[in-house]
């Protein structure tokens, strides 16, 4: 079996900024995108708040430019998923369907997946205002109508940052209580802008090539009204893509991999961990890819310390 120096399992804005600062100190890192490259960052139709362009461009081009240049420095890609990896005392075993290799080191930048409502039209119009990601696309909702679907503080939190920019909010959770703290609560029913459908659940989403409107239905009666609405913002939580590592490193409630202080190692030896793995709080293209830096920088460090 091939000795790797990094294997990099993701290709979200942190895994591809960790390809990109280990191949530059010539450690030849290997990623594998996994069946759906890019993470969350490829669906969003406009992103707007990536430093450094000025212009608007879609995620999937955003993704595109990370990866050319980690492969400009010698970055090299498999399209796999990794479907095992086992800490055998200096190295990990990683195995996909058709091959196993070996590695020194491992950075695992596998992400979260947002929680979605699971209805056919979500799919077709995620990103074409459907999104999981209030902070990312808020701004392209300015003197609009947005519903926020969700009950907890990440909801409540979404629909007051939305109220800078939609001319109107609306709150729908499918529960006549609330998991998210009172005093947040109280700040949603304290504005202007909010309004609210309790109890009740998003049967459909209206719209062909952009969000119209939403089906509601009572969770009580199951009685059923449209809403027209301009977008539609599902927060109802992330789900961490820890699966892989549960066995490596220590998980918190959420399943979020927990790493050092000031870094990204873990409980294992030589597997690192950054981006949305490993932070419930930000979910940021660019603090992503901040983690991926310093995933790649202590790879390189705990190497040299290994060489002596």
């Not at 406009?46 to 990370?66: D, H, K, R, W």
């Not at 979500?122 to 926020?148: I, M, P, Q």
């Not at 603090?287 to 995933?295: E, L, S, V, W, Y």
Request: net charge neutral; aromatic share 8%; with cysteine.
């Amino acid at each position: 079996m091939n000795m790797e120096n990094v294997v990099i399992i993701g290709s979200g804005p942190a895994g591809l900024t960790a390809a990109l600062y280990a191949a530059r100190a010539a450690l030849h890192p290997l990623v594998f995108e996994g069946t759906v490259p890019g993470g969350q960052l490829i669906v969003s139709y406009e992103v707007e708040n990536y430093p450094g362009f000025p212009t608007a461009m879609s995620g999937a081009e955003l993704i595109q430019l990370f990866r050319q240049q980690a492969e400009r420095f010698g970055t090299r890609y498999r399209s796999e998923a990794v479907e095992r990896i086992e800490h055998a005392g200096d190295h990990f075993v990683i195995a996909t369907a058709t091959q196993q290799l070996r590695a020194r080191t491992v950075i695992a930048a596998t992400g979260a997946e947002a929680r979605r409502l699971d209805l056919p039209a979500e799919k077709r119009l995620y990103g074409r205002g459907v999104s999981g990601c209030a902070t990312c696309d808020g701004a392209f909702f300015r003197n609009k109508h947005v519903l926020v679907v969700g009950g907890g503080n990440t909801a409540m939190e979404d629909a007051l940052f939305l109220t800078r920019f939609a001319s109107r909010v609306t709150i729908v959770h499918r529960r006549d209580y609330f998991r998210a703290a009172p005093i947040e609560v109280q700040k949603a029913r304290n504005h202007p802008k909010i309004s609210w459908r309790i109890p009740y659940t998003v049967a459909d989403i209206l719209g062909e090539t952009g969000v119209t409107g939403a089906v509601l239905r009572h969770a009580l009666t199951g009685a059923t009204e449209t809403i027209a609405c301009d977008g539609i913002f599902v927060a109802i939580g992330h789900d961490p893509q820890s699966a892989l590592f549960k066995h490596l490193v220590d998980l918190d409630a959420a399943g979020f991999i927990i790493t050092k202080d000031r870094s990204t190692a873990t409980r294992t030896p030589g597997l690192f961990a950054c981006g949305d793995v490993m932070d419930p709080v930000y979910k940021q293209a660019v603090t992503a890819a901040g983690t991926g830096c310093m995933a790649a920088l202590d790879a390189q460090h705990y190497l040299e310390a290994l060489e002596g």
